[in-house]
């Protein structure tokens, strides 16, 4: 039996004797059980290299499904100081599963453009240029939150006023059962 689900059914086991309750032990479980499968999951994505002919270029090939754990040890797998001035990141063996990738993606580029390289993200298919097109718009709203950019004025950039509807006074209300008893 695999070590990570012995793990499980101990947490779930000490769980229950230590609460006398078995649906904490059951949550208990499925927590741990959750931590286990995103290490498991955590190294599938391998990112390959390529140098073109005229060492002015390399590729990186990037495959495996991307998500919050697999997007942390992404961005390591890159040799900023050594590289040549124009990287091409190849992501067409690659998914993307949330938010936190493509803040990877993000990061990878600003390093690069703090060492003055450029980089050409490839392979995105149209959903996933709707990741990194909204994750550029939002970098360029000074991360205003969503609720917060709504009540924006586009022509001034500055919030709107906000109007307030008046507030209508609650009638008391009247004795149920008619005049009280004496």
Do not use: C
Request: proline content about 6%; overall charge positive.
């Amino acid at each position: 039996m695999p070590a990570g689900e012995i793990v499980v059914m101990l947490v779930t086991v000490a769980g229950t004797l230590a609460t006398g309750n078995l649906a904490i032990g059951v949550v208990l479980g499925v927590l741990t059980a959750m931590v286990v499968f995103a290490r498991r999951v955590a190294h599938f994505t391998q990112v390959t290299t390529a140098t073109a002919e005229d060492d002015n270029t390399k590729t990186y090939f990037v495959r495996g499904e991307l998500f919050f754990v697999s997007s942390n040890d992404l961005v390591y797998q890159f040799d900023y100081a050594g590289d040549p001035n124009r990287i091409v990141v190849d992501m067409s063996g690659a998914h993307i599963w949330d938010a936190s990738s493509v803040a990877a993606l993000d990061a990878i580029t600003t390093k690069y453009a703090s060492r003055g390289k450029h980089v050409e993200i490839t392979g995105l298919n149209e959903a996933r240029r709707g990741h990194t097109r909204h994750s550029a718009e939002a970098r360029r709203r000074h991360r205003w939150p969503a609720h917060r950019a709504a009540h924006r004025s586009p022509a001034t950039d500055r919030p709107r006023p906000r109007t307030r509807t008046p507030r209508r006074r609650r009638q008391p209300a009247e004795p149920r059962g008619g005049p009280p008893s004496r």
